[in-house]
């Protein structure tokens, strides 16, 4: 056994915790190879340290191999997690695109790093975007399509996203593809007749913004005309996700809270008024997410630091629990990427027809170069640059721009933002700060969920 097997690089461990039905020193193991976690004695843990595995008895070996803690000898593990990503990457059934039909939108937030003009999509390039997409539909075998409008605000132009989604839907039917779309929306102008317009185009999945209660969010999301935007949003989330056809048609929202040290504070409330308001029993979910820099506009210089933001992330987390709001998970899981930059036919696409790898590259001004761009649709055909910056995160992954090669949870995160990477910040998700209690609360949660059945134990 002990030549056959290793003990993986991918793994966090919490403290020790003692739980009532297992009262011996114990740990949570995370193996992040395969997204598990394991509540493991202390004596077994210490053995697997000391790599005493001829001493744990088969059950436990099987165990601990089916979950990935234990692996078979490799030169290098990090190379094998990344070529396994590129295989999966290279089989993935899904196209994903991104549409920003508009480069306008109603609010100033403080953060944005936008430059917002009024200006749509126009009929040509919309035509134009349809053909490229049924193109790469026809040359691979993708089974579903899936669009997320992001904008600017796209309601804006939610004559394009009617127009673009009654194309594709027409002819994805005829060619066998499924299709669906999901919405990044600042909530402004989504009012029942908008969502239904919208789910009559297979839009069921909305992320929709809210910063704090009332003042707290008007300061960081104030509406450009003047005036605040927190109790029409707040209203609108109500009324949208009352309707029969929301339950019906298994729609849901993310509401994302962008967190810095002015808002902070009034997270916390912010979970109270939604549940107050009946949203944790309606399909919605909560994001925590940190205010970072936008194109270099200095948006983070407000932010908590990484360590402090994690450590708030976890009482958030369990405040909103106790307040009802279901989390699919709190342990990240395995991922073959960690967005859309290296999906080799994942593209972004703006008003202006300009096609990008990350949705955070249109209508902002740092990146308008040449190198942040794919191409552009009236000439993507003849001139296209495969190295536009992020595109080859999976080839500079492996040259010490980040910590990634050594890091044990790259198998659950798959190198964070390469945006920020690129730009010389850190890329990492809260989780890098907050893994071993992540691991404590999804036990608890499991616990409750599943009081009479106890979590899968070690010996
Ligand atoms: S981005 Fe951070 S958490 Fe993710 S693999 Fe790289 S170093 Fe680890
Ligand atoms: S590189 Fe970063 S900002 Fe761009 S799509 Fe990926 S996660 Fe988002």
């Given amino acids: 056994m002990e030549g056959e097997y290793v003990l993986s690089r991918y793994l966090i461990a919490s403290d020790v915790v003692s739980p009532d039905h297992h009262p011996d020193p114990s740990r949570l193991l995370f193996a992040s190879r395969t997204g598990k976690s394991l509540l493991i004695k202390e004596k077994t843990y210490q053995r697997l340290l000391a790599g005493e595995f001829a001493k744990m008895d088969e059950a436990t070996l099987r165990q601990l191999r089916e979950d990935e803690v234990l692996v078979p000898p490799t030169r290098d593990e990090f190379r094998d997690m990344l070529e396994k990503n590129q295989q999966a990457i290279s089989e993935v059934g899904t196209l994903s695109l991104t549409l920003q039909p508009t480069a306008n939108c109603q609010l100033g937030c403080v953060y944005c790093g936008q430059q917002h003009v009024k200006k749509n999509l126009d009929d040509d390039t919309s035509a134009r975007i349809v053909a490229r997409i049924m193109d790469t539909l026809r040359r691979k075998p993708y089974a579903k399509l899936a669009i997320n409008w992001y904008g600017g605000e796209p309601i804006l132009a939610l004559k394009q996203i009617e127009d673009i989604s009654g194309r594709l839907i027409k002819q994805c039917g005829q060619a066998g593809v499924h299709f669906f779309a999901s919405m990044v929306s600042n909530g402004l102008s989504l009012k029942p007749d908008v969502y239904l ?10 992320q929709i913004t ?94 908590l630091p990484a360590a402090d933001f994690a450590a708030l992330e976890i009482g958030w987390t369990q405040h909103a629990i106790r307040r009802g709001f279901e989390f699919d998970r709190i342990l990240p899981a395995r991922t073959i990427a960690p967005c859309m930059v290296v999906m080799p036919d994942a593209e972004v696409y703006d008003a202006y027809g300009n096609i990008y790898p990350c949705y955070e590259f249109p209508y902002t001004p740092k990146y308008d170069a040449p190198k942040y761009k794919i191409g552009h649709i009236r000439s993507i055909d003849q001139v296209r640059n495969d190295k536009a910056v992020t595109r080859e995160w999976y080839a500079d992954i492996q040259t010490g721009m980040s910590p990634c090669p050594r890091c044990p949870l790259f198998p659950v995160c798959g190198g964070g933002c390469a945006k920020l990477w690129y730009n010389g910040e850190t890329g990492c998700p809260s989780f890098k700060l907050n893994l071993p209690e992540r691991l404590v609360l999804d036990y608890w949660m499991r616990k409750r969920q599943r009081a009479s059945e106890p979590a899968p134990a070690i010996a």
């Fill in 197 to 206: 317009r919208l789910q009559r185009h297979r839009v069921n999945s909305f």
């Fill in 210 to 303: 809210l910063d704090g209660i009332g003042q707290a969010h008007d300061l960081m999301r104030p509406v450009k005309a003047g005036g605040g935007s927190f109790d029409i949003i707040l209203q609108n989330l109500v009324d949208v996700t009352g309707m029969p056809e929301f339950s019906a048609n298994r729609s849901g929202v993310t509401i994302r809270i962008n967190i810095n040290r002015h808002n902070q504070g009034k997270v916390a409330d912010l979970i109270d008024l939604l549940a107050e308001r009946g949203l944790a029993a309606r399909n919605v979910g909560l994001d925590f997410r940190p205010v970072v820099d936008w194109g270099g506009n200095q948006a983070d210089r407000d932010s």
